[in-house]
């Protein structure tokens, strides 16, 4: 189906041929908030100042790519996308399943010792961690992403999941980049998967097996295999120190020093939160 995205503040506007099932479908991938707009001749879908976020994000970019809608370049920004050099002009960089997280699917993730510590809870004033991370949990009704568990402290109190940082990290002519690619709401078994180190310091690597299991319907020996997977990546990507991008989250956060929110890899222990400076 040819088609377009464009940006008309503070709506995406979605041009396409008339089609019942795509209609129904971006009604799907929109919670049901796009609506008809005959001035615009389009389908709107409104765009919070704080942007897009969580599974939203993540269902109305998987409509995009499914349905093969053109990018206008002005609605690349709201849908969490940025541009790269090459023949690909533009292409997606918020999608879950490129870390093969989303729902029912769960992978292991263990990061390099020099990235820790430079996490957004740890470098942000708590009020702008609040204003990033409520959201996220409340746009997919405080669930896990994953799993879709409620969250409750003691007392069978409900609380908001954990917000957690998913990273891309990338090599390209002698520079190394861990950058942010977007947000996720996790509960704390989930969450623990992700943090696969801190997990085994606390003694709690059966936890993460049993969520690995659980969500995936694995067997022990594939569970093990992800483990051993995640623990080759971090072992290739320690061999290289990593600059931080942030840069998704260009007017929502500011950081002294850093005004387009990259920091290299030797100015990262100005931060404040690391556990390694120079090794």
């Known amino acids: 189906m040819s088609g377009t995205v464009s940006w ?39 765009v919070h100042p704080r942007g897009l976020a969580g599974a939203l994000l993540d269902s109305i970019n998987r409509f995009v790519v499914e349905h093969k809608l053109q990018i206008a370049p002005e609605a690349l920004k709201p849908l969490g996308r940025r541009p790269t050099g090459g023949s690909r002009a533009w292409v997606m960089e918020v999608n879950s399943s490129s870390h093969g997280l989303g729902q029912g699917r769960l992978r292991a993730d263990l990061l390099p010792a020099d ?50 940082e998913l990273w891309v990290f990338e090599s390209s002519e002698g520079r190394h980049v861990q950058r942010l690619e977007r947000l996720i709401a996790l509960c704390p078994d989930c969450h623990r998967v992700q943090h696969m180190g801190w997990a085994e310091a606390r003694g709690e690597m059966p936890q993460v097996i049993a969520k690995l299991r659980e969500v995936n319907r694995w067997t022990s020996d594939q569970a093990m295999a992800e483990i051993s997977r995640a623990r080759r990546i971090c072992a290739q990507r320690e061999l290289v120190r ?11 956060i500011s950081i002294d020093g850093f005004p387009d929110l990259y920091v290299p890899s030797a100015d990262r222990r100005r931060l404040g939160n690391s556990f390694y400076g120079e090794r």
């Open 115 to 164: 990235t820790w510590g430079s996490n957004l809870r740890g470098i942000l004033p708590s009020a702008d961690w609040d204003r990033l991370r409520i959201p996220v949990c409340e746009s997919v009704g405080n669930r896990c992403e994953v799993c879709k568990a409620l969250c409750f402290m003691e007392g069978d109190r409900k609380r908001r999941p954990d917000c957690h």
């Open 8 to 46: 008309n503040a503070p709506h995406l506007v979605f041009r396409f041929p008339f089609d019942r099932s795509a209609n129904e479908a971006l009604q799907v991938a929109t919670c049901g908030v796009a609506r008809w707009d005959s001035e615009l001749r389009g389908f709107v879908v409104p």
């Open 242 to 252: 990593w600059d931080l991008d942030l840069s998704v989250l260009a007017e929502l």
